[in-house]
């Protein structure tokens, strides 16, 4: 594994408890970063901080992540106990099954939205500031290549990352002179919980579009962040960054 060099840094990881925010944690946690984890589940927010614990300094909280209020508590809560925040990751996110547009229910294509793009909304709205009031600070987006191509039967889905892609580019022009560099991730399919959310034939078919015919590992999505959450990323802001296997083309 090369050495990222977070030592000293403060990171906050949303959906952190399972899946690619697991694995970014840990790889954060071996950098040197202090971690802290923002879940709505409360018991697997307990676990993953137990099993990470041995890497180094690690605190959870449940937030409801789509709550400006509770966001706001979060952020506060954070600044009082570490006095800082220098990396934000938006990794938590739903897929919201999957069917033609015209079948999702409104109340679960609002969820997903919700999710995936409020909270990283609202999460940048609170921690964004006090990153500018101390001249760095470095935010990721876990987007996804279905917000650049559009999955079928995933329009919700497809459509709230594409959103995510636009709010990196926004806010990283607003904060380009001030030390705060935004970057987004747009991952191929991994296999993680959010496979419970999908069909058969839905995960088949982002299979089927990765040229290297395999599915992204977890460990290689943290080792991309790992970077971006670093002072080397130094110059990239604005930016989307594939990790697809060969499948994005643009």
Not at 79 to 87: A, E, H, N, V, Y
Request: glycine share 10%; proline share 3%; with cysteine.
């Amino acid at each position: 594994m090369n050495q990222i060099d977070l030592n000293g840094r403060v990171a906050v990881v949303t959906g952190g408890a399972q899946g690619i925010g697991l694995a970014i944690g840990q790889r954060l946690l071996a950098s040197g970063a202090r971690l802290l984890i923002w879940d709505i589940d409360a018991a697997r927010l307990q676990a993953a901080c137990d099993a990470l614990s041995a890497l180094g300094p690690v605190r959870g909280e449940a937030v409801e992540l789509t709550d400006d209020a509770a966001v706001a508590a979060a952020t506060a809560n954070a600044l009082r106990i570490d006095g800082q925040i220098d990396i934000l990751v938006n990794n938590a996110g739903i897929t919201g099954g999957n069917a033609p547009t015209w079948e999702l229910d409104p109340v679960v294509w609002r969820r997903v939205i919700e999710v995936n793009l409020i909270a990283p909304y609202l999460t940048c709205r609170h921690v964004a500031p006090a990153m500018v009031a101390r001249s760095y600070g470095r935010i990721v987006n876990i987007a996804s290549v279905a917000g650049k191509e559009g999955n079928p039967n995933a329009s919700h889905y497809s459509a709230s990352k594409a959103g995510l892609i636009a709010l990196t580019k926004s806010l990283a022009k607003e904060t380009a002179t001030k030390g705060v560099l935004v970057n987004a991730i747009t991952p191929a399919v991994a296999r993680t919980a959010m496979f419970e959310q999908m069909t058969e034939a839905h995960i088949a078919y982002m299979l089927g579009k990765i040229p290297m015919g395999r599915l992204l590992e977890v460990e290689e999505i943290a080792a991309m962040a790992a970077w971006l959450c670093s002072a080397d990323c130094s110059f990239s802001t604005g930016a989307v960054f594939d990790i697809t296997g060969g499948r994005a083309t643009y």
